[in-house]
């Protein structure tokens, strides 16, 4: 089977590895998203928190980002390189605007749009349906302890633009390299 378009008797283009209503394997792909909701769903439990609440918090009254560590008891005012500063701003803004439910929704969110990264570069690549939403499942199955309240989700999304630009350069010669700085900051 090439992956070639093949023209039919009406004329119009086909293409065997293109998504359609027919296709079974859609319904797959819809199933890994709902699980991506269904996983974000649970209580908001994770005992590091109130630490990213809290330090998003000095963030926002002080202006700066924090250079000792003022909230661990056992480290407390010893150096301290805040590498989570705008998840933990962020974080608070958000907290601030809907507390614990809208935490839960927009972590959600962020999973949601990962994992559409992941799944628009698997797309990207031309391999078979049945092949792209086998490992795509995989991926949100095996993602599932991390469909928390954490940073990494963040960083999840922020890989998948940087490989989304690094792709759009080398397969569409669109040149949006200037945008990488402003994804590592």
């Known amino acids: 089977m090439s992956s070639n378009p093949q023209v039919n ?7 065997p590895h293109r998504f359609s209503f027919s296709n079974p394997w859609l319904y797959s792909l819809l199933l890994g998203f709902v699980l991506i ?5 649970h209580g908001v439990n994770d005992s590091d928190l109130g630490f990213h609440l809290r330090t998003g918090q000095w963030i926002s009254q002080n202006h700066a ?16 390189l805040d590498m989570e500063w705008l998840y933990q701003f962020g974080l608070y803004l958000v907290w601030l605007a809907g507390g614990y439910s809208l935490l839960s929704i927009f972590h959600i969110a962020l999973s949601l749009l990962a994992f ?10 031309g391999s078979r349906p049945e092949v792209s939403v086998l490992l795509f499942l995989i991926a949100v199955l095996a993602s599932e302890p991390r469909f928390r309240v954490r940073p990494e989700v963040l960083t999840w ?5 940087m490989l ?3 792709d759009a350069r080398l397969r569409r010669k669109r040149d949006l390299l200037f945008l990488l700085p402003l994804i590592q900051l």
């Open 9 to 15: 008797p009406s004329g119009s283009e086909t293409n």
């Open 37 to 41: 909701m269904l996983f974000g769903l």
């Open 65 to 80: 980002f924090p250079s000792l560590d003022a909230f661990t008891y056992t480290a407390s005012n010893r150096e301290y």
């Open 116 to 125: 559409f990264l992941l799944w628009s570069r698997m797309r990207g690549t």
């Open 157 to 161: 999304v922020f890989l998948g633009f």
């Open 164 to 166: 989304w630009i690094l």
